[in-house]
């Protein structure tokens, strides 16, 4: 069984940071790409910032300048650098891989179950 689990979100002033972690675990043989999604209330799911193996990086217009995504493949893990927060940033910030379990011959992809991060005075 595969599970992917985000941590680091929390509540943060404008202007400050926070630090998304997401580990990827259980029987997995590979991960290909690795991303950050948010969902505002009343609103879609949408991508921040994904990045692939290589470490190949594409963020949403939103967040450029501001957000940094990064991962280390042999701990399969991808992080997300919030920096200059807004309150605009406030969502539920979910965890993606596209990823082949040991127990699969394509890859399929994986959420984790979100983290909070609420930007406010």
């Known amino acids: 069984q595969v599970q992917l689990v985000e941590s680091g979100g929390g509540l943060v002033q404008p202007g400050g940071s926070l630090r998304l972690s997401c580990l990827a675990s259980?029987?997995?043989?590979?991960?290909?790409?690795m991303g950050w999604y948010r969902q505002s209330p009343g609103k879609q799911r949408v991508s921040v910032a994904t990045i692939t193996f290589g470490g190949s990086a594409h963020y949403a217009d939103s967040v450029k300048g501001r957000f940094t995504i990064s991962r280390d493949n042999a701990k399969n893990t991808v992080y997300l650098q919030m920096n200059s927060l807004k309150p605009e940033d406030t969502a539920v910030y979910y965890c993606?891989?596209?990823?082949?379990?040991?127990?699969?011959?394509?890859?399929?992809?994986?959420w984790g179950q979100g983290t909070q991060v609420t930007v406010s005075s």
């Open positions: 259980g029987r997995i043989f590979s991960i290909n790409n």
């Open positions: 993606n891989a596209e990823l082949v379990a040991s127990d699969s011959y394509f890859p399929d992809d994986y």
